[in-house]
T-cell receptor
Framework: DTGVSQDPRHKITKRGQNVTFRCDPISEHNRLYWYRQTLGQGPEFLTYFQNEAQLEKSRLLSDRFSAERPKGSFSTLEIQRTEQGDSAMYLC??????????????FGPGTRLTVL | DQQVKQNSPSLSVQEGRISILNCDYTNSMFDYFLWYKKYPAEGPTFLISISSIKDKNEDGRFTVFLNKSAKHLSLHIVPSQPGDSAVYFCAAIYTGGFKTIFGAGTRLFVKA
């Protein structure tokens, strides 16, 4: 299977703990995105990488959130000092970079975070 | 401030009939519009897109219409099939872009 994979699929943690999620994009895709989705809402953009460079961060991404994409391959999203409001589905997506227009994003299955 | 709005949380349609899902947007800087479909426990999957310079794009049973003056787009599925039952997200990409803004989704039920 050469789709986008995310690990873990589910994470339950206590408030105040740190968590880290991993995303493995489709191998030839140079663009990688992180989104957060809460119940009844669509995915909300968090951040975007072009290869290893993080080019955009949403205001939703507080100082407790950090994302990396070393070597332009897999990416990690870390949340420090988790809060109950961080409970959500965290989605990763990847795409090819086109010069113009829509680039179809391929999504992983997501990591569901529950903060107790 | 919701820049992409899907005002119908759900839609129920009989198998074989047409499904019409609607989406409104507020930002004229959007360059491309896309529809994604999502089944439970899976990530969204791309369905169809349209450039802001076009007014229609068709792919099999799926057609997307764009009305720029009204800042409105719609997805038509005809004929609808039970396997089309899913949540459909409308999304828009800014000019130059990569930042994608999603609507809240519409849950489609296709009854056999």
């Amino acid at each position: 299977d050469t789709g986008v994979s995310q690990d873990p699929r589910h994470k339950i943690t206590k408030r105040g703990q740190n968590v880290t999620f991993r995303c493995d994009p489709i191998s030839e895709h140079n663009r990688l995105y992180w989104y957060r989705q809460t119940l009844g809402q669509g995915p909300e953009f968090l951040t975007y990488f072009q290869n290893e460079a993080q080019l955009e961060k949403s205001r939703l991404l507080s100082d407790r959130f950090s994302a990396e994409r070393p070597k332009g391959s897999f990416s990690t999203l870390e949340i420090q000092r988790t809060e109950q409001g961080d409970s959500a589905m965290y989605l990763c997506a990847s795409s090819l970079g086109y010069l113009t227009g829509a680039n179809e994003q391929f999504f992983g299955p997501g990591t569901r975070l529950t903060v107790l | 401030d919701q820049q992409v709005k899907q005002n119908s949380p759900s839609l129920s349609v009989q198998e074989g009939r047409i499904s019409i899902l609607n989406c409104d947007y507020t930002n004229s800087m959007f360059d491309y519009f896309l529809w994604y479909k999502k089944y439970p426990a899976e990530g969204p999957t791309f369905l169809i897109s349209i450039s802001s310079i076009k007014d229609k794009n068709e792919d099999g049973r799926f057609t997307v219409f764009l009305n720029k003056s009204a800042k409105h787009l719609s997805l038509h599925i005809v004929p609808s099939q039970p396997g089309d039952s899913a949540v459909y997200f409308c999304a828009a990409i800014y000019t130059g872009g990569f930042k994608t803004i999603f609507g809240a989704g519409t849950r489609l039920f296709v009854k056999a």
